[in-house]
């Protein structure tokens, strides 16, 4: 009786996580486009925006190309279900994920893998001239930032000990934040996250320019419900992105429920801000930099494999092995 009351708890767990996942991104993209136009000195749209956008983008009528296969329809519903397969391994406010165990960094990563590779495939589908331009972007700039992304979550689970996500930012707590290999693996994934979440200076989210898009150009053929789909498991990739950064860069609040509702409130509402202000933080970064030409972005990206490698290096100078 006992295992299975355990059983139910960590089910309704898992429920609350994933839907504060799919409650929470829509949200925090509106915010990220408000706080641009507060640079921009405009009024800008409502932070509910991205809701009112997905809701339309439902009730709109779907055109598929001739040409596309089962790839092009099963693309939009394998993007969303993996990057909710990433989400149930990244800690939440509470600094519980539902899918803890070890390894977890890795799953991360193959999710998110295993998304770009459908939605490459799926730009090609269409057979139109830019969807193949943007899958080749893509997967260009993914094999620049993946090696980055999974080198850097190794230097943390060598820091910790654990390659669990909820194991490494429990541990974090009591590693100094001015630690050096901790401070370089920051850099590298910042500058990661950026390109997985294709904005300025790698891509731009808000342009429908042909000749210099990347995410969006694999985009182009959708439409209706599907193209919601992929909207939405962008903005939760986004969020999961920003989540994981917030808990290198400060992973306090995390609580154990026997606090109380107060407690976990709190807890919920710090987590908020630190993945708020980080979202203003990349919004201000948008403001204030262009994108860079596609021919410079190797240089750009190539910054964040030699951060990881060197926060690598660096872990193994001061403690003397890995």
């Not at 355990?6 to 929470?24: C, E, K, N, P, S």
């Not at 509910?48 to 009528?61: F, I, M, T, V």
């Not at 589908?125 to 193949?132: I, L, N, R």
């Not at 300025?200 to 429908?208: A, E, G, K, S």
Request: proline share 4%.
């Amino acid at each position: 009786m006992d295992e299975l009351l355990i059983m139910l708890t960590r089910l309704l767990m898992g429920l609350g996580h994933l839907a504060l996942i799919l409650v929470a991104a829509p949200l925090l993209q509106g915010f990220i486009k408000k706080s641009k136009a507060f640079w921009q000195m405009r009024q800008g749209p409502s932070v509910l925006q991205p809701y009112r956008d997905l809701r339309k983008l439902l009730q709109k009528e779907e055109l598929i190309s001739e040409h596309a296969s089962w790839i092009f329809l099963l693309t939009p519903r394998i993007a969303l279900a993996g990057t909710l397969m990433a989400g149930l391994v990244i800690p939440n406010a509470w600094g519980w994920a539902p899918l803890n165990g070890w390894g977890d960094l890795f799953l991360f990563g193959a999710s998110l893998g295993l998304v770009r590779l459908f939605l490459t495939l799926a730009g090609l589908e269409g057979a139109g001239t830019f969807g193949g331009m943007g899958s080749s972007r893509e997967l260009f700039v993914g094999l620049l930032t993946e090696p980055a992304l999974l080198l850097g979550l190794i230097v943390l689970a060598f820091i910790t000990e654990t390659t669990s996500l909820q194991g490494i930012t429990s541990a974090l707590v009591g590693v100094s934040p001015i630690f050096a290999p901790r401070l370089l693996v920051l850099l590298a994934l910042g500058i990661v996250s950026i390109a997985e979440m294709g904005r300025i200076p790698v891509d731009n989210p808000d342009t429908h320019l042909e000749l210099t898009m990347i995410h969006e150009g694999m985009l182009l053929e959708y439409s209706g419900t599907s193209l919601a789909l992929l909207s939405f498991s962008e903005q939760i990739k986004q969020l999961l992105l920003l989540c994981l950064l917030a808990q290198i860069v400060w992973p306090s609040g995390l609580i154990s429920g026997s606090i109380g509702l107060v407690g976990l409130l709190w807890a919920l509402g710090f987590a908020g801000i630190k993945v708020a202000v980080l979202g203003f933080f990349f919004a201000t970064v948008e403001s204030l930099f262009v994108k860079r030409r596609l021919f410079l972005l190797p240089g750009y990206l190539a910054t964040s494999t030699a951060t990881a490698i060197l926060a690598l290096v660096s872990l193994w100078f001061i403690r003397g092995q890995i």
